[in-house]
Protein backbone atom coordinates (compact mmCIF):
# COMPACT_ATOMS: atom_id res chain seq x y z
CA UNK A 1 0.00 0.00 0.00
CA UNK A 2 3.13 2.33 -0.13
CA UNK A 3 2.45 5.21 -2.20
CA UNK A 4 -1.27 4.99 -2.18
CA UNK A 5 -3.49 8.23 -1.23
CA UNK A 6 -5.40 8.50 1.79
CA UNK A 7 -8.84 9.26 0.01
CA UNK A 8 -10.19 12.07 2.10
CA UNK A 9 -14.39 12.03 1.89
CA UNK A 10 -15.44 14.94 -0.57
CA UNK A 11 -17.75 18.18 0.26
CA UNK A 12 -21.10 16.28 -1.05
CA UNK A 13 -20.30 12.86 1.71
CA UNK A 14 -19.36 15.51 4.20
CA UNK A 15 -22.93 17.59 3.84
CA UNK A 16 -24.56 14.35 3.47
CA UNK A 17 -23.00 12.68 6.98
CA UNK A 18 -23.97 16.83 8.35
CA UNK A 19 -27.63 16.77 7.10
CA UNK A 20 -28.61 13.11 7.75
CA UNK A 21 -29.40 13.77 11.11
CA UNK A 22 -31.53 16.97 10.35
CA UNK A 23 -35.42 16.39 9.78
CA UNK A 24 -37.17 17.32 6.85
CA UNK A 25 -39.75 19.83 7.43
CA UNK A 26 -41.07 21.27 4.33
CA UNK A 27 -44.28 22.15 6.30
CA UNK A 28 -42.47 24.48 8.46
CA UNK A 29 -43.21 28.28 8.65
CA UNK A 30 -39.87 29.24 7.64
CA UNK A 31 -39.48 28.06 4.23
CA UNK A 32 -37.81 30.61 2.37
CA UNK A 33 -37.08 33.04 5.02
CA UNK A 34 -34.03 31.52 6.54
CA UNK A 35 -31.88 34.90 6.33
CA UNK A 36 -34.38 35.84 9.65
CA UNK A 37 -33.17 33.30 11.43
CA UNK A 38 -29.43 33.88 11.11
CA UNK A 39 -26.91 34.71 13.79
CA UNK A 40 -26.24 38.32 13.99
CA UNK A 41 -23.73 39.53 10.78
CA UNK A 42 -20.43 41.05 11.81
CA UNK A 43 -21.03 44.73 11.52
CA UNK A 44 -25.11 43.83 11.96
CA UNK A 45 -26.28 46.59 14.66
CA UNK A 46 -27.84 44.75 17.54
CA UNK A 47 -31.41 46.11 17.10
CA UNK A 48 -31.71 44.99 13.23
CA UNK A 49 -30.54 42.07 14.48
CA UNK A 50 -33.25 42.21 17.29
CA UNK A 51 -35.96 43.14 15.12
CA UNK A 52 -35.43 40.40 12.52
CA UNK A 53 -35.28 37.71 15.26
CA UNK A 54 -38.29 38.87 16.68
CA UNK A 55 -40.29 38.46 13.23
CA UNK A 56 -38.61 35.14 13.10
CA UNK A 57 -39.69 33.86 16.31
CA UNK A 58 -43.44 35.29 15.27
CA UNK A 59 -42.85 32.84 11.64
CA UNK A 60 -42.16 30.18 14.72
CA UNK A 61 -45.47 30.74 16.89
CA UNK A 62 -47.17 30.28 13.89
CA UNK A 63 -45.41 26.94 12.38
CA UNK A 64 -46.99 23.50 12.36
CA UNK A 65 -44.24 21.77 12.89
CA UNK A 66 -42.91 23.94 15.85
CA UNK A 67 -42.83 20.91 17.70
CA UNK A 68 -40.74 18.63 16.01
CA UNK A 69 -38.74 21.67 15.26
CA UNK A 70 -37.82 22.35 18.91
CA UNK A 71 -37.17 18.84 19.54
CA UNK A 72 -34.57 18.52 17.26
CA UNK A 73 -33.11 21.83 18.51
CA UNK A 74 -33.06 20.75 21.53
CA UNK A 75 -30.55 17.56 20.56
CA UNK A 76 -28.63 19.82 19.07
CA UNK A 77 -25.16 22.15 21.35
CA UNK A 78 -24.39 25.58 20.51
CA UNK A 79 -27.83 26.95 18.80
CA UNK A 80 -28.04 29.90 20.96
CA UNK A 81 -27.12 32.23 18.25
CA UNK A 82 -29.67 32.20 15.73
CA UNK A 83 -33.38 31.71 16.08
CA UNK A 84 -34.23 27.82 16.55
CA UNK A 85 -37.93 26.21 17.35
CA UNK A 86 -38.85 29.87 18.07
CA UNK A 87 -36.16 30.22 20.65
CA UNK A 88 -34.39 33.80 20.25
CA UNK A 89 -30.63 33.98 20.33
CA UNK A 90 -28.71 35.18 23.52
CA UNK A 91 -28.82 38.59 23.02
CA UNK A 92 -24.68 41.11 23.86
CA UNK A 93 -24.40 42.17 27.22
CA UNK A 94 -27.18 39.43 28.46
CA UNK A 95 -25.82 36.58 30.80
CA UNK A 96 -25.96 32.93 28.93
CA UNK A 97 -28.54 30.61 30.17
CA UNK A 98 -27.28 28.64 33.75
CA UNK A 99 -24.33 31.36 33.57
CA UNK A 100 -24.51 33.56 36.40
CA UNK A 101 -23.74 37.47 35.61
CA UNK A 102 -21.02 38.59 37.56
Known sequence: MKGQKRREPGIVSL???VLQAVPALPAAACVGSADLFDPRANGEAVEDATYRHNRAAALCGQCPVLDACRSWADSQ????RAV???RLPDQPGRPRKGVRAA
Request: aromatic share 0%.
Open 77 to 80: PDLD
Open 15 to 17: LAE
Open 84 to 86: IGG
